[in-house]
Each structure stands twice: as C-alpha cells, then as structure tokens.
C-alpha cells in the first residue's frame, strides 16, 4: 500500500510567542519548533497500517529549510522517504495555497491514502486536509478517532456533540487525525540514525507548477490583551464576609450577576 502523510512544523507548544512590532507575523528567533502534534497521530496511523498491509510511507512538508528536520523525524519513525516543498513564497500560504501545492507533489506520487492532521496549532485553520481532498477528487473524512480498512473499505469513527459518527468510504482518500486515534511512537536512536540517509526529494512552486498567490491573506498579527492581576478577597476572613465581597464585586465589576 502506498500512503502519504503531510506534516507541518510549528513552534513548540511551549514556545513563548511574541508578535512583531509591524503585526506582520511573530518573532521567530529562539523558537523551538516541531512536529504539528496531530500530523503526529497521522504519521503513527501512516505507520500501523503499513506494518498492517506492508507498503512505504512518503512525508510530504511544506515549509523553510528548518522543516527538514521534521521531516527526518517522520522518517526516523519509521517513514521511507520524503518529499520537501521549500519555496519562501509559500512560507506564510494560506490553507487553499498549501493545499493546492501539496497536492501538486501528491499528483506525481503513486497513493491509496493520505493522513494529515486535523489542525495545525499554529494558525488552527483545519482547511487543508478538506480542500486538499477536494483538488485531488478523493473522499474525505474529517476528525477521525478511529480507523478500520480492509482492502478497499475504509470505516472511520468521529467525534459528535454527545456521540460518534460512523463513516464508511473507500480508497483512495484523504483522513485526517486527532487525538484519541492512536499514541504516536518515539523516534528510536537506530531510527535517527537511519533517517540520514533516507531519500528526501526537494521541490519548489514552479516545480510543481503551482501559483503563488494566496486567496486570503492575515491583515495584521495582534498580541491579545494582557490579563489583568487577580484580586484577593480579604475585607472580612469569614466564609461569609468573603462570599459577599466576592458577590459584590462579580455584580458591580464583572457586571455577570
């Protein structure tokens, strides 16, 4: 079987995130960046089924030359090779953007399915997954928590407001990851070591003869309001004093009583 998995790098979710003076995006320097942690759930399910019903797995990313790196993770995993979309016009793409190059690599790729996560936590769109189906003309489900194929059938579970969703399709297709699919694994140090030397193809926009210009594009990056500091009730040390400052205050000041 061949199967696809796209990854992105964002900042560490433990990054401390500034934005720049002008708003045009966030101060990069020093920022620790990694895996998008649910393209992560799609690599460990590119994974399982294919030590389920053999194949290779491919890595396809878009981004800077740094994304490199989380590429060679994805292989050190245990993907096979990679394809690395490194253009600096697409760098700030919007989700039709990236999907459209994305697809433009996929196109020259032999598929049966393709796993992306279903959200990058950087601009939290969960489009590309969606629109990258589309272009390519294949189904799709969306959120996925649970995956079953057997040959060509595909049975996937996702989340709804106090239930699950069932959805049957076939291959190929275009699944997209969350929490609660599987556990991603650890890259091993034999699994580092190998990934050096596994094949990474580079391609740009005019290589995959595909426009540039976003659909939309973000006006400005703004910094949300500093949170104000917490109060301490201590007018009265009683339960009851306390309640009833704590009243007074969530009526006169929060305005929600």
């Keep these: 079987?061949?199967?696809i998995a796209c990854v992105k790098q964002v900042p560490d979710t433990e990054a401390q995130i500034k934005v720049k003076a002008d708003g045009s995006g966030i101060e990069e320097g020093g920022i620790k960046w990694v895996m998008n942690p649910y393209d992560e759930f799609g690599v460990e399910e590119a994974l399982k089924?294919?030590?389920?019903?053999?194949?290779?797995?491919t890595i396809v990313s878009i981004g800077p030359a740094r994304a490199m790196e989380t590429i060679r993770t994805a292989l050190a995993m245990g993907a096979e090779k990679g394809v690395h979309i490194d253009d600096p016009a697409l760098n700030a793409a919007d989700a039709y953007t990236t999907a459209a190059a994305l697809a433009a690599?996929?196109?020259g790729l032999p598929y049966d399915i393709i796993f992306c996560g279903q959200r990058a936590i950087d601009d939290d769109s969960a489009q590309v997954g969606a629109i990258l189906a589309e272009i390519l003309g294949v189904?799709?489900?969306t959120f996925v928590t649970k995956l079953e194929i057997d040959g060509t059938k595909v049975k996937a579970v996702r989340p709804i407001e106090g239930a699950q969703l069932v959805?049957?399709?076939?291959l190929p297709c275009v699944i997209t990851a969350t929490k609660g699919l599987n556990e991603p694994r650890y890259a091993s140090l034999p699994g580092i070591m190998k990934a050096k030397k596994k094949p990474v193809e580079a391609k740009n926009a005019a290589a995959l003869g595909v426009s540039t210009d976003a659909k939309s594009k973000v006006?400005?990056?703004?910094?949300p309001p500093a949170r104000p500091p917490?109060?301490?009730l201590c007018a009265d040390?009683?339960?009851e004093g306390k309640a009833a400052e704590l009243a007074k205050l969530l009526r006169e000041e929060a305005k929600v009583i």
């Design 219 to 223: 006006a400005k990056m703004i910094p």
């Design 105 to 107: 690599a996929i196109k």
């Design 1 to 3: 079987m061949n199967i």
């Design 167 to 170: 959805i049957e399709t076939s």
């Design 49 to 57: 089924l294919k030590e389920k019903a053999g194949g290779d797995v």
């Design 230 to 232: 917490g109060k301490i």
């Design 237 to 239: 040390d009683t339960p």
């Design 139 to 141: 189904p799709q489900v």
